[in-house]
């Protein structure tokens, strides 16, 4: 299971990441012109959390991590850091110890990319970890045309969207239109981790 064994060497390479992630959320303001201020306004995240997650002094949690990121119009695997695409026509492969991983400081929750080269297509993978009794939260929708593909692989999975509620457990999967707030909750007292697959319709 993901995230329970404390390996040292993914535990440091995570939190390299964690800090390479207030940096690239700083590059991509700039690069769209925008002032600590402006963003703030755009993702309703206060100036002085943006500050400290741009200085690296303040890991965000998935719910702030989301915000930021809609506000820049990038996704999660990019201020991630995600490998870049592959070259046409060239295989690649990505290590587990090599996998960028985003760790929410408040609750444990995981997302590990998955995809080699996520930029190569109009899909990437993620896995997901989230221990007992841990929510994400609503999350912010995507844009229009978004869509999301999960199948669990460990536990069992509530995934809120639109006022419907689904659980799933061991093997089940579900399709979901990410362009509305949703969410995923583990209510139970066993760890739950499963796959995901996130498209865009062009």
């Known amino acids: 299971m993901i995230g329970q064994d404390g390996d040292a060497a993914e535990s440091r390479h995570g939190d390299d990441l964690a800090g390479a992630f207030g940096g690239n959320v700083r590059r991509r303001r700039e690069e769209a012109g925008l002032t600590l201020e402006e963003l703030s306004a755009r993702s309703s995240v206060s100036r002085a959390m943006l500050s400290k997650v741009e200085r690296g002094e303040k890991s965000p949690t998935i719910g ?3 915000k930021i990121a809609h506000a820049l119009d990038a996704s999660l695997s990019d201020l991630m850091g ?3 695409a592959a070259a046409s026509g060239v295989a ?3 290590r587990k110890s090599e996998r960028p991983v ?3 400081p408040e609750t444990g929750f995981e997302r590990h990319i998955v995809s080699a080269a996520p930029g190569a297509g109009r899909a990437e993978m993620v896995v997901h970890y989230l221990p007992a009794q841990v929510s994400t939260g609503l ?3 995507y844009p229009p045309g978004t869509e ?3 199948v669990v692989l460990e536990g069992t999975l509530t995934v809120a969207i639109g006022g419907i509620s689904e659980t799933l457990n ?3 999967s579900l399709f979901l239109q990410a362009d509305a707030d949703h969410g995923f909750a583990n209510r139970t ?3 739950c981790e499963y796959l995901m697959v996130i498209s865009r319709r062009t």
């Open 92 to 94: 690649v492969a990505m």
């Open 170 to 172: 061991t093997g089940d």
């Open 148 to 150: 999301k593909q999960l």
């Open 139 to 141: 999350l912010p929708a």
């Open 64 to 66: 702030v991590a989301s």
């Open 82 to 84: 995600a490998p870049s």
């Open 102 to 104: 985003f760790r929410d």
């Open 189 to 191: 007292n066993a760890p």
